[in-house]
């Protein structure tokens, strides 16, 4: 998405890209900032997302539309947002964004998805680690980075 920040893989080759999109499960977790406060330290979210008529997803009874489990951690709170993590099992795109929203926590920045703030002037969404297997050795790696600065300082006031 492009309005979002963090990690990302780029192959060099098609033989490796086909290997990193085919062949090997990618494992993406996300710190973002929210509006409000979650009632747990952690939880579970499930939902079965569809996207309606305009791109966006809506939930749907069971069985139908896109599964998608993400757990959830409450990191810190302040200024009426918070910053969780998001470890989805699966990761498609617009899902912690709809997924967030359902909560009644839309991702800071996120008007499509009900977002009444924006003081970053984007979507507060960061990729901050990623998990695969080495396209040659096929052992498991994980590139991270860090909580992005300014996502800190939103929930701090600083």
């Known amino acids: ?4 920040s963090g990690l990302m893989i780029i192959a ?3 033989k490796t890209g086909r290997y990193l999109r085919e062949e090997t499960e990618l494992k993406y977790r996300h710190y973002a900032v929210v509006e409000g406060m979650p009632n747990q330290e952690k939880a579970n979210w499930k939902h079965y997302l569809v996207k309606n008529s305009i791109g966006l997803f809506k939930p749907q009874t069971y069985d139908k539309g896109n599964e998608s489990n993400v757990e959830v951690q409450h990191m810190n709170s302040g200024n009426g947002m918070s910053l969780l ?8 795109k617009g899902q912690l964004r709809a997924q967030s929203a359902l909560q009644g926590m839309p991702i800071v920045g996120d008007k499509r998805y ?3 703030l924006n003081p970053l002037q984007r ?4 990729i901050f680690s990623l998990s695969f297997n080495h396209p040659k ?6 590139v991270k980075t ?6 800190l300082r939103l929930i701090k006031g600083k």
């Open 85 to 92: 993590k998001f470890s989805p099992e699966e990761y498609f």
């Open 114 to 116: 009900g977002s009444k």
């Open 12 to 14: 060099i080759g098609l």
């Open 1 to 4: 998405d492009k309005k979002e």
């Open 137 to 142: 050795t096929e052992k498991p790696m994980e």
């Open 146 to 151: 860090r909580v992005p600065s300014e996502f």
């Open 123 to 126: 979507t507060c969404l960061h």
